[in-house]
């Protein structure tokens, strides 16, 4: 017999927990539920219990749809988060898409808690320590039924499972939101806001591709299998490319600036490689200053070497855990409610080791932080070369 999940549902009355459960039950769900009709209700139980799910349909008084959402994320970081609805309106699908809320229901369709507990639950989203947890991975068995393994790896699989899972769900979501409204309201749509539900449905799925690739130079370069496949590259221009990329999609939160010093026309490098690891630092200066602000990319050399500095002003890494920056799937200790699969950096220094280069890192907590990309001189091209 499987552990329960543990769901809260959080509405004004607990009048839908009769049907919520008969459905859940038909369908093979073993569910405990709880209840919260107020601000001190759902704190004491966010703080007390640990959930598999929140479904909510009403935020208690006092608290507005976002503030619900933000209240339940800061206690439990990485909860899926269902929105229980009376209909599919722009308002609902909006709290969805700018929330990353994992699925929606509407009350008068109780039969949809099913495939929505699937998808959510497919796989663990959030480390599999203390309290109870039901959201497992098809492969995972009872205590009584585990092999002879070693604990190790098998804490580390399940560990990368379920960032993964999380990573890959907050994507999704948007995406089949997106899509069903898309396929109920199409015609009821002003061409507008059908331009804002393919642009979100784009951007995930561009989201998806570089979680994806990520993963794969990950695991080449765990394996020593990394190509490095140099050619005569404009390092001014990649970075000049790739931060207008980027600033293309942050929009105004985040302003991006570029600045060099000298010439880089021409230098021997591995063009992909140097992308990932542009794309990954500025992913992280974005994700890392979440109340916005300046990111600063400074190419320039420095005696014998060629350096690239991308600079933030967000949260800063505690002293604790700079040496532990470039293990895989590691997060910093300030940063655990901010999502990201732990990789970006030993991405990046794998692409800086391949040039023959290192990354050197600055930081103050609090303050913001100095990654440096930091590459041999010889890397540029000479007349002889050319």
């Known amino acids: 017999m499987s552990l329960p999940l543990h769901i ?6 607990p009048a839908a927990l009769e049907s919520l459960n008969a459905v859940a039950q038909q369908l093979g769900f073993n569910v405990d539920w709880s209840f919260a009709g107020s601000e001190a209700e759902l704190q004491e139980l ?9 479904l909510a349909a009403y935020p208690p008084a006092r608290l507005d749809a976002q503030q619900l959402i933000d209240t339940v994320r800061a206690a439990q970081p990485g909860l899926p988060f269902i929105w229980l609805a009376d209909a599919l309106t722009e308002e609902v699908v909006d709290l969805c898409l700018d ?9 008068g369709q109780p039969a949809r808690l099913a495939p929505a507990l699937a998808r959510t639950l497919r796989c663990p989203a959030r480390p599999l320590s203390g309290g109870h947890h039901n959201g497992r991975c098809a492969s995972e068995t009872e205590p009584d ?6 604990p190790a790896l098998d804490d580390q699989r399940c560990r990368f499972m379920s960032i993964l899972s999380h990573e890959f769900r907050t994507p999704l979501s948007v995406i089949m939101t997106s899509a069903e409204l898309l396929n109920r309201y199409a015609d009821r749509l002003p061409p507008a806001r059908k331009q804002i539900y393919f642009d979100a449905i784009r951007h995930q799925v561009h989201n998806l591709n570089d979680i994806l690739d990520d993963i794969s130079i990950f695991m080449r370069a ?7 496949k140099p050619e005569s590259t404009d390092l001014d221009a990649l970075c000049q490319a790739m931060v207008t990329k980027m600033q ?15 010439s880089f026309a021409e230098l021997w490098l591995d063009p992909a490689l140097l992308e990932h690891a542009l794309r990954n630092l500025l992913a ?10 300046p990111v600063h990319v400074w190419l320039r050399r420095d005696g014998q ?6 600079t933030d002003h967000g949260l800063g890494i505690p002293e604790a855990d700079l040496p532990h920056l470039f293990k895989p799937y590691f997060r910093g200790s300030n940063a655990q409610k901010i999502g990201g699969t732990g990789l970006g950096l030993r991405i990046v220094r794998a692409a800086a080791e391949l040039h023959g280069g290192m990354v050197v890192v600055n930081s103050q907590e609090g303050s913001g932080t100095t990654f440096s990309l930091r590459l041999p001189q010889r890397l540029a091209i000479t007349a002889d070369q050319r």
Not at 99 to 107: E, K, S
Not at 284 to 293: D, E, H, L, R, T
């Open 284 to 293: 992280n200066a974005i994700k890392y200053s979440p109340q916005g602000g």
């Open 222 to 228: 765990e394996m020593g299998r990394l190509e490095f």
């Open 46 to 54: 966010l703080h007390d219990e640990r959930l598999d799910a929140a």
């Open 305 to 310: 070497e060629i350096v690239l500095d991308v």
């Open 8 to 13: 809260i549902l959080i509405d004004r009355a």
């Open 99 to 107: 929330n990353a809320a994992t699925d929606y229901i509407l009350r």
């Open 248 to 262: 293309a999609e942050v929009g105004a939160s985040h302003t991006i600036d570029f600045q060099t010093e000298g």
């Open 145 to 150: 039924q585990m092999p002879n393994a070693m």
